[in-house]
Structures are given as structure tokens and as C-alpha cells.
């Protein structure tokens, strides 16, 4: 027995497979233990360039990556497709939502976070979230599909398609807005010559004082002179009231009338059923410092849904890949050594921050590593590369290398299929 308690010929049972799962299962892949890999999903999701995908940059496939395929040719884990909607510590079991059980001798908690529209059910209900593949592809869906019913649409209906507003001038609301701009600039025109773009508003909402509020000065002024640069209309210290599918209220008394609002203004942990209130915070499990849940016994929780005091993070960390990589290393390398050496001693995580970076368009992003900050061009490029390197499998780098520089020397992309359209809830409106 280890210190960890884990034992050589343990079945470990991971549920999700993003960025602090996915290390994890990789990590252990040669370990003496019978590791199960459970997902709603059947793949990975490299969350970061969602973006490029709702923007129709990228294709779906070059950021996806099958649970099944990554782990073909391993005989330590295996990969079950499933919801997981209850946990039972008592009797080592988790349940599925086809009510069907998978045992356990050790459970990893590793389900990342949801969009937390915070409690407001009308927002939940009519605004479009970025968490998943499918929903980014059902942006792209949407925003396409505007423009062809902006032809058919009356007079008086027509501005209501051409308005996006974006809510959360983060990363992800920055990276977004930018995107679009791009696509209105460069390829939208060319497509719909019956369409007058001048009137196509990305509207980005912010409520505090600046986009990129977790970046410097410098950077926050740059992000917001770059959109403003590409027709965004930037509205900080702004709030999205309410929205009803046809108008967003704002906190400043504006009504804009919109068929598309994304919601990219918070999220919260991915919470199963089972165990006790007293192990959460503000919807993360409370682990210690080597990932054990507080007071559960064999039972973990990884990344974004955990949460970590330590010296540098007295508050938690921040929730990011980064560190949902690094904890899924630190516990993965704990559990090898325990294995191979009982009386190993396990090695606290600690976080060291390797810096943020935003790209807004091209030539155009912010970078801030632990020794430089960087803004333009360069910040462009080392943003693209790093982000490159990311990226699973050399078919995928290579995919979304050549897309990229398809789309930088012809300023065009042909990512722009519409690929379902639910005709009894869009109804065509004749003019
Ligand atoms: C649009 C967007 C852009 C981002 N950009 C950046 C960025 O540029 N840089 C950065 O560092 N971070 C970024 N992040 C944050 C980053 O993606 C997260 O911090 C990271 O994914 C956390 O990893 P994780 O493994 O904890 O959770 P996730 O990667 O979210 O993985 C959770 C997995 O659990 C599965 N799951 C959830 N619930 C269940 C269940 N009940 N049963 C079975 N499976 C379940 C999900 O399907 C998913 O595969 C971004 C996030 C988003 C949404």
C-alpha cells in the first residue's frame, strides 16, 4: 500500500476526459491498474479554439479527438461512454444515467465546469453558451442561417439579424468578437451581395471597466483598441439584463433588438450527486494538496472542479488547462512512484502561472509570459504556435496549420456549412 492508498491491479475510475482527465489516463497509461475513462462525450475537446469553430475557421474534427482512438492500443485503459449522475462513496459505485453502475476501488472527479448563467432561467433558455463542440457548431449554424433569413425578413425585422451581442469581454467573449469581425471584414460580402454589412453590429457587453479585466493595463487597452479598430462596438461596465430571443436589455436602459446573444460571461463547477455539501466551495470539490477530496475516502477531484488552498493560490486556482494539466501530471506521477515504492512520499502541487493570451485578429493578440508581455504581431504568432503545439496528433497540427494559413493569405475560409437547420422552429418569415 501506498501512501495514496492505491494499490497495484486497482481499477481507477476517471470521469472526464478533458484536459486534467485525459492527462491523467494518459499518464497512467502504463501503470500496473485497470483505469477506466468515462465521458458524455466520445471525445476530447481542445475548449480553447472553440471559437474558430463557431467562427467556421476550424472544422469540428481538428479539435476533437475520440477517447477510443487515443487509447486504440493500450491494454491498461478503456473508455465508456457515459453520463455519470450519482455517485454512491459508500458502496464504490457511480451511476449512469441509463441507471446502469460502474464500481470502483479509486474515483477521479475530473468533469470541468458548465456555463453558469446564474440562476436566470430566461438567459439560460435564449442566449447560446460555448462549452461544448456541439455548441459551437450550433453558433456557427446560427449565425450563418441569420444572414439567409436577413433576406427573407420584413423591413422592420431585418436589423434584428444583423445585431450579435456577445456577453463577457474575457478571453473567450474577446477572442469571439474578433472572429466575427474578421468574418465580417474579409468573407461575409463576398458570399451575400444582397446584404449591406455596414449594418452587421458584433456587440460586445462587459460589466466590469475593461475587456481582458485578469490581464495588465497595457493588454486590457490593447484588446479594446484592436476591437474597436475592427468596427466592435465595445459597451463596458455594461450588464445583459434580460433577453426573450428578439430584444437583450441592458443595465444602461438600452434595448437592442437581436436574434443571437452568447453567453461568455461565467462558469461553475460540474457538481455529481453523492457526495456530502461540506466537500464543496462555491461549486468546486475542496481537495488537498494532493487532489484527495476532503473527508471522502479514495476519491479525488481534478481541475477545474476542484479547489486547491496552497501558499501561491490561498484562494484557489485559477480555473484554466494549465493547471488542470499540471495537477493531473502531479497526481498521475504520485500514483506511478506509490506504486513502484510504498514508502514514497507524494509530492504536494503547487501552481506557477505561465502567463495569458488572448489573440483578437490577425497581426493582433496579447501575450503576457512570466518574463515579457508582448502585444501585435509577435504576440500573434507565438499565440498561434503554442497553441499548435497543443493541439493532440500531428494530422490535427497539420489540419489547423493549413487552415490557418488558407485563411491568411487568401483572407477567406470554406468552413461555412449550415449543417442543421430545425425548420419547424424557424419559421421563414416572407416578406
Ligand atoms: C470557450 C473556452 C475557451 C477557453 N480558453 C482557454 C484558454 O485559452 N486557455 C486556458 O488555459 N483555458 C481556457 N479555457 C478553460 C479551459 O478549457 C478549462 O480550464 C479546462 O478545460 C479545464 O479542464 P478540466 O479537465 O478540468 O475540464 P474540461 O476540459 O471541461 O473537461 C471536463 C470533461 O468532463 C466531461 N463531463 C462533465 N460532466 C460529466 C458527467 N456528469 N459525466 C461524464 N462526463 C462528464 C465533459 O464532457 C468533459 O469532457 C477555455 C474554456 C472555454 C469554455
Not at 142 to 167: C, G, H, T, Y
Not at 175 to 193: C, I
Not at 323 to 350: F, M, R, T, W
Amino acid at each position: 500500500m501506498s501512501n495514496l492508498g492505491i494499490k497495484k491491479g486497482d481499477k481507477v475510475v476517471i470521469i472526464g476526459g478533458g484536459f486534467a482527465g485525459l492527462q491523467l489516463a494518459r499518464t497512467l497509461i502504463k501503470a500496473d491498474l485497470k483505469v477506466i475513462l468515462v465521458d458524455k462525450q466520445n471525445h476530447h475537446q481542445f475548449q480553447p479554439l472553440f471559437y474558430q469553430i463557431a467562427s467556421g475557421r476550424l472544422e469540428p474534427s481538428s479539435i476533437s479527438f475520440p477517447f477510443r482512438k487515443i487509447f486504440q492500443k493500450s491494454k491498461t485503459v478503456d473508455f465508456r461512454m457515459a453520463d455519470i449522475t450519482q455517485i454512491l462513496p459508500a458502496e464504490k459505485k457511480i451511476m449512469t444515467a441509463y441507471d446502469r453502475t460502474i464500481t470502483y476501488d479509486h474515483l477521479i472527479i475530473a468533469t470541468g465546469c458548465r456555463t453558469n448563467f446564474f440562476g436566470n432561467k430566461e438567459l439560460s433558455e435564449n442566449c447560446f453558451s460555448m462549452k461544448t463542440t456541439q455548441e459551437s457548431i450550433d453558433i456557427r449554424n446560427k449565425i450563418l442561417f441569420s444572414f439567409e433569413k436577413e433576406i427573407f425578413a420584413r423591413p422592420e425585422e431585418k436589423q434584428a439579424w444583423m445585431n450579435i451581442v456577445i456577453v463577457g469581454g474575457g478571453p473567450t467573449g474577446v477572442e469571439l468578437s474578433g472572429a466575427f469581425a474578421e468574418l465580417k471584414k474579409n468573407v461575409l460580402p463576398k458570399d451575400y451581395h444582397n446584404i449591406d454589412f455596414s449594418k452587421f453590429n458584433i456587440i460586445l457587453c462587459e460589466g466590469s471597466k475593461n475587456t481582458l479585466n485578469n490581464m495588465s493595463e497595457e493588454s486590457r487597452a490593447a484588446s479594446r483598441k484592436y476591437l474597436e479598430d475592427m468596427s466592435v462596438i465595445v459597451k463596458t461596465e455594461t450588464i445583459l439584463v434580460s433577453y426573450d430571443g428578439n430584444e437583450a436589455v441592458l443595465n444602461t436602459g438600452e434595448r437592442i433588438p437581436t436574434k443571437n446573444v452568447i453567453w461568455a460571461a461565467g462558469v461553475t463547477g460540474n457538481i455529481i450527486n453523492g457526495l456530502a455539501e461540506e466537500n464543496t466551495i462555491r461549486n468546486r470539490y475542496i481537495v488537498d494538496r494532493l487532489n484527495r477530496i476532503k473527508g471522502v475516502d479514495n476519491i479525488y477531484a481534478l481541475g477545474d472542479v476542484a479547489y486547491m488552498e496552497t501558499p501561491l493560490y490561498p484562494k484557489g486556482h485559477p480555473q484554466v488547462a494549465n493547471v488542470a494539466i499540471n495537477q493531473a501530471k502531479n497526481l498521475g506521477l504520485n500514483i506511478l512512484k506509490s506504486l513502484k515504492d510504498e514508502n514514497y512520499e507524494a509530492v504536494h502541487y503547487e501552481y506557477h502561472d505561465l502567463g495569458m493570451m488572448a489573440t483578437i485578429g490577425k497581426h493582433k493578440a496579447v501575450v503576457e509570459l512570466p518574463f515579457i508581455k508582448l502585444k501585435g504581431v509577435i504576440a500573434w504568432y507565438i499565440w498561434m504556435f503554442l497553441h499548435l503545439m497543443l493541439i493532440l496528433s500531428v494530422r490535427n497540427k497539420i489540419v489547423i496549420f493549413f487552415n490557418w494559413a488558407w485563411s491568411y493569405l487568401t483572407k477567406d475560409t470554406s468552413l461555412r456549412l449550415i449543417t442543421y437547420i430545425d425548420y419547424k422552429k424557424e419559421k421563414v418569415i416572407n416578406s
